[in-house]
């Protein structure tokens, strides 16, 4: 038993090494980018309010912490504690059984049970890629893997509170990309 807690904290260890805290005006840079170059005849009003909802979600949800892991555990109890869900991302939500409730990975806070594989987790794996890839450094395959689950899906992903962000208010620090 020994063993395992010390591998298991091992594997925390190096995936939270590799993790950072990402700016507000790079994430949000990244994802008028990405969004962007998918929705080329949407309007830029329409793109600079769907990238405030996301990096509003992301800063609720992760506080732009690319290595954020949120337990199952953590998840039921912050619920049954606050009792407000909307605080929580929808894709934390109570199924049949009390105890299947979604880890959620990185700074979008991504479900194993929808988004990513842990590989104990039956998911449909939307994005095609294993958990730890969406703890690292690198927020390309999460930003990816968001609009991937985005245009897949009919629910929200963020919090209420960052559907009514006004971009020019949310990003009056940063410069123009």
């Known amino acids: 038993m020994k ?3 010390v591998f298991v904290l091992a594997v925390l260890g190096c995936c939270l090494a590799e993790g950072r805290l990402v700016k507000k005006c790079e994430l949000r840079n990244q994802l008028l980018k990405a969004v962007g170059n998918l929705t080329a005849q949407a309007k830029p009003n329409e793109l600079n309010k769907l990238v405030a909802t996301f990096v509003c979600h992301a800063e609720r949800a992760s506080g732009f912490n690319t290595s954020k892991v949120n337990e199952p555990e953590m998840n039921f109890q912050f619920m049954k504690r606050r009792n407000i869900k909307n605080l929580v991302p929808t894709l934390v ?5 009390d105890d299947d409730i979604a880890t959620l990975y990185g700074i979008f806070q991504l479900s194993n049970r929808l ?3 842990d590989g104990m987790t039956p998911s449909p794996t939307i994005c095609g890629l294993d958990c730890t890839e969406l ?3 690198d927020i390309r395959d999460d930003i990816s893997c968001l609009l991937q689950v985005f245009s897949s899906l009919s629910i929200g992903l963020v919090q209420e509170e960052c559907t009514k962000v006004q971009p020019f208010v949310y990003f009056a620090k940063c410069r123009k990309p």
């Open 93 to 97: 939500r109570r199924s049949a059984q």
């Open 135 to 137: 703890v690292d450094d």
């Open 115 to 117: 988004a990513c594989s």
């Open 3 to 5: 063993i395992l807690v």
